[in-house]
């Protein structure tokens, strides 16, 4: 079976430093991989996502994933945060037929 | 404006009671899904559907039921049976239900059960 982990269920960051969302996959197979957003009492809302080619996905509002086969890895980064990326950041890999979503990392960002 | 919409955005049930959330969407997709959120378990599939008049069952339908009479259209009932229906459910679609398509979800209805 597919299992996501999102290595940090909570991640406190100041205005303007860097962060980076880790996720792990268990899979033997190709799979697809995702980061979806979700802003306080909101549905989710795609960053961006990984289907093949070159291994480092660019997304919306600066956000970056690398994907990497070896570590079975996707590990989500942003070089300089914002007040308002303060949300909940959830990590889905293809599993089968459907999506398998991590339990999510919740960024918190500070002034 | 295109998307997604879901109601009520909070729910209450009583025991024994069967309640249905609203799920409409004008993106004229083919798929489309309902998820359960739990704090700290992100989310889980309940029922998905891929065309009108079919649907198939997720990880954790049991307890659920759901219709899909129109395209635009993907109601979730939580029947008596669910025994823990108190979550977030969030409903989704995608164009063509294929797994590697942008899904894109509504707002979410949060049951609570009175």
């Known amino acids: 079976a597919q299992s996501v982990t999102q290595l940090d269920s909570q991640v406190p960051v100041f205005e303007e430093a860097p962060v980076e969302l880790r996720c792990n996959y268990s899979s033997s197979v190709s799979v697809y991989l995702f980061w979806y957003v979700q802003y306080p009492n909101q549905g989710l809302q795609l960053l961006l996502k990984y289907l093949s080619g070159s291994t480092l996905v660019k997304g919306i509002n600066g956000f970056e994933a690398e994907f990497n086969k070896s570590q079975t890895s996707f590990h989500l980064r942003k070089p300089s945060v914002h007040i308002s990326d303060t949300a909940e950041y959830f990590c889905?890999?293809?599993?089968?037929?459907?999506?398998?979503f991590g339990a999510g990392t919740t960024v918190t960002v500070r002034a | 404006d295109g998307g997604i919409t879901q109601s009520p955005k909070y729910l209450f049930r009583k025991e024994g009671q069967n309640v249905t959330l609203s799920c409409e969407q004008n993106?004229?997709?083919?798929?489309m899904y309902w998820y359960r959120q739990d704090p700290g378990q992100g989310l889980r599939l309940i029922y998905y559907s891929q065309i009108v008049n079919d649907f198939q069952k997720g990880d954790i339908a049991e307890g659920y039921s759901v219709s899909r009479e129109k395209k635009e259209s993907f109601p979730l009932t939580v029947t008596s049976a669910q025994k823990n229906p108190t979550a977030f459910y969030l409903c989704?679609?995608?164009?063509?239900?294929?797994?590697?398509?942008?899904?894109?979800f509504g707002p979410g209805t949060r049951l609570l059960v009175l």
């Open positions: 889905a890999v293809t599993h089968d037929y459907k999506l398998s």
């Open positions: 993106l004229n997709h083919d798929a």
């Open positions: 989704a679609s995608s164009i063509g239900g294929t797994v590697q398509e942008t899904q894109y």
